[in-house]
């Protein structure tokens, strides 16, 4: 309405969990107690922002719990009936998100479920491998073109979103074709990305991937060596 306004991330939140509210309000069901997850690294500090918004968003939030410790409940139960009474079976989820990667182990016997350890890289997630590529692929632009194209903020967002769509692609074939239309001054890029120059065009990324996966065993007591 041509106002301006100032929010905090927890009346943003809020808003977020507002609409879920009404969600479920259209489907006739009645939601006042909640749980919500927050990742493994949350400070208290950032659980307790947790909680004020869903306080101000009109929930009773019973408490947070962290997210792969969910995941792992979740194992735990639908598979109870696979579980032997005695004797463990250690099982390692790794989430890889847009942001940020968690690895937990979690040790599994009938009835109980024990978490060993959790471990992250809050800042190692899809978008460093997007960003990554496209300043690489950016800078071949700009040596065959001469437009600085990285530094242009409309062409950047546009370059991640087609460098997205050829990751998807490459995930389940061995190449990809990427196309933005109309970049700069009407010139068009087209590249085309193998799966293996993708893999080594991030290769320091996916060493720290693998890093964080080697952390993670050591701090489990169960493992100590991992292959890389």
């Known amino acids: 309405m041509g106002q301006k306004y100032t929010f905090t991330t927890e009346q943003i939140l809020a808003f977020y969990l507002k609409k879920l509210k009404n969600f479920y309000e259209r489907a006739n069901i009645s939601c006042k107690d909640v749980v919500l997850s927050v990742p493994s690294y949350f400070s208290n500090v950032e659980r307790q922002c947790i909680l004020d918004a869903a306080d101000i968003a009109d929930f009773k939030c019973l408490r947070t719990i962290n997210e792969s410790t969910a995941i792992a409940l979740n194992y735990g139960f639908f598979r109870k009936k696979d579980l032997d009474p005695k004797n463990a079976r250690i099982v390692a989820f790794v989430d890889f998100g847009h942001s940020k990667t968690t690895v937990t182990i979690a040790s599994f016997v009938q009835g109980k479920t024990k978490i060993l350890c959790h471990h992250s890289d809050r800042n190692l997630g899809a978008r460093d491998f997007d960003y990554l590529m496209m300043e690489v692929i950016g800078e071949e632009f700009h040596k065959k073109h001469g437009m600085d194209v990285v530094n242009n903020l409309r062409c950047k967002l546009r ?15 061995t190449d990809a074709l990427l196309n933005v239309d109309a970049l700069m001054e009407d010139t ?8 293996d120059e993708f893999e080594k065009m991030c290769n320091p990324l996916l060493m720290r991937f693998a890093q964080v996966l080697q952390e993670t065993l050591t701090m489990s007591g169960k493992f100590s060596a991992l292959t890389i």
């Open 159 to 173: 370059i991640l979103e087609g460098v997205e769509k050829a990751r998807k692609i490459i995930s389940s074939t």
């Open 188 to 195: 068009d890029m087209n590249r085309k990305i193998s799966r």
